[in-house]
């Protein structure tokens, strides 16, 4: 076994001296070219909004699943100021619509240009914002209008009743309107290709391939 071992060891070590120098070249040429194309890979920038969603009974605009939906929407994408018809079928398939809970969203906008990316995502955090508080409001109104009108009707013995109880279910609908919020305003970061990172990726990569030389035909000699 010692014997054995002595050969192969023997074997590799004459291999090693005989492609010294191509066994060295590999892992540079892997690192070289491993940082080039990460230096070429063109940079994207993300920007991110994070939104707690309003809540009105007859809003579409309550739970994540129906604020994903009418944000990819093509009504709302038209209501977006400031978008081209290109610009409206790329927002289309750029935006990303996470929900983070039954009532927080995370919107997602990636693009080469990080001006960009920044500007459009804030103009759907705009209109989406505007929309939301827009139904709200409207809900708010009309239960108020119901509570005045109540309020206003004359009515006695059991009806007495019966209006207190629909002036308290009114007000209670009422309390729970709420508004959207906007959690964390629209902030941009870079995820740019790393070339150090990459460049000790090629280095790794190389060096195996330089181990994978000299130790192959040990394994597969007969």
């Known amino acids: 076994m010692d014997k054995e071992m002595k050969e192969i060891t ?8 005989k492609f010294f120098i191509l066994l060295l070249l590999i892992p540079i040429l892997t690192t070289v ?12 920038s993300q920007a991110d909004a994070k939104i707690k969603l309003g809540s009105a009974e007859n809003s579409t605009l309550n739970t994540p699943d129906s604020a994903k939906e009418y944000l990819l929407s093509d009504e709302f994408l038209r209501s977006v100021k400031g978008l081209s018809k290109d610009e409206e079928k790329e927002l289309k398939e750029k935006l990303q619509v996470v929900p983070e809970t039954d009532t927080i969203i ?3 906008l990636s693009d080469e240009n990080k001006n960009k990316a920044k500007s459009q995502l804030k103009s759907v955090v705009k209109a989406f914002m505007n929309e939301s508080s827009n139904q ?8 108020d209008h119901q509570i005045k009108k109540v309020e206003g009707t004359e009515v006695s013995g059991e ?6 109880e629909y002036l308290f279910d009114l007000k209670t609908r009422m309390l729970k309107i709420k508004d959207p919020k906007l959690l964390e305003k629209v902030d941009t970061t870079d995820t740019n290709a790393n070339p150090k990172r990459k460049a ?8 195996i391939l330089s181990a994978s030389l000299l130790l192959l035909p040990e394994i597969f000699k007969k």
């Open 136 to 143: 709200s409001e409207k809900w708010r109104t009309t239960l």
């Open 106 to 108: 995370t919107l997602s």
């Open 159 to 164: 009806g007495t009743i019966k209006k207190e």
């Open 200 to 207: 000790i990726l090629g280095l790794l990569v190389g060096l």
């Open 10 to 17: 023997e074997s590799i070590w004459h291999r090693f001296k």
């Open 33 to 44: 070219i491993a940082y080039f194309l990460a230096s070429r890979e063109p940079g994207t």
